[in-house]
């Protein structure tokens, strides 16, 4: 689990907010953000799957019945447990396939974590890649949470670029296309960009009573 420094997410932060005015109101709202952190593990990976494309609420209720349902959720334990069991806490099929292959490729040493958390962002990022189940959303966020690569961008994050449409005050939000070719303009900080845009929702979502996302 590593962390970019405070020191070094400031100067991003000061950085960015010199090229993007809706980076800058971000900045000026919210501060320097706090690096969102999770172990480098199949957990995170496995989680990141469950989360993707269905609601909070609902990956939250998954989430919850996939942990108790194992006891500890590691390649091992997917590896040999009941499928049936598995796919019974919520799980739609290809998510399951995902998991297990994900599984497999970290225990036969395919997909090795390790390496991942401390090699380039470009390298890092194609290895999670050539395992099939993880998608760039999920190697993206991986490489932000786990390995605290600062450039690493979770592209096609609709909160993401919900939040650069208000803060930027257009009336249209970009598309997905729109948004990454944008986006380059923020390297190698594009990581703290998204962290300055989650920052700036939540603490909105905080003003009006609402959990954090």
């Known amino acids: 689990m590593t962390a970019p420094s405070h020191a070094a997410i400031q100067a991003a ?15 000026a709202a919210v501060g320097v953000p706090e690096w969102r952190t999770h172990e480098a593990s199949f957990a995170l990976l496995a989680r990141t799957v469950v989360y993707q494309l269905v609601s909070t609420r609902a990956a939250d209720a998954i989430w919850g019945r996939v942990g108790a349902f194992l006891g500890e959720v590691t390649p091992e334990r997917v590896l040999t447990c009941d499928q049936d069991g598995l796919r019974a806490c919520g799980l739609s099929r290809p998510k399951l396939s995902h998991m297990n292959t994900i599984a497999a490729a970290i225990a036969d040493g395919a997909l090795d974590l390790a390496r991942v958390e401390v090699a380039d962002v ?3 990022r194609a290895e999670l890649l050539a395992v099939k189940g993880i998608g760039p959303w999920t190697a993206d966020l991986f490489l932000l949470y786990a390995a605290g690569k600062m450039d690493a961008f979770p592209h096609g994050d609709a909160a993401l670029m919900e939040a650069h449409r208000r803060l930027g005050g257009y009336e249209t939000r970009m598309t997905n296309k ?13 990581g703290v960009a998204a962290h300055l845009l989650w920052g700036w929702v939540n603490a909105e979502r905080a003003k009006a009573g609402i959990p954090p996302a």
């Open 13 to 27: 932060c000061e950085a960015l907010s010199a090229i993007d005015p809706a980076l800058a109101r971000a900045h």
């Open 178 to 190: 729109a948004f990454t070719a944008h986006a380059e303009s923020w390297r190698p900080h594009r």
């Open 122 to 124: 470009d390298a890092a």
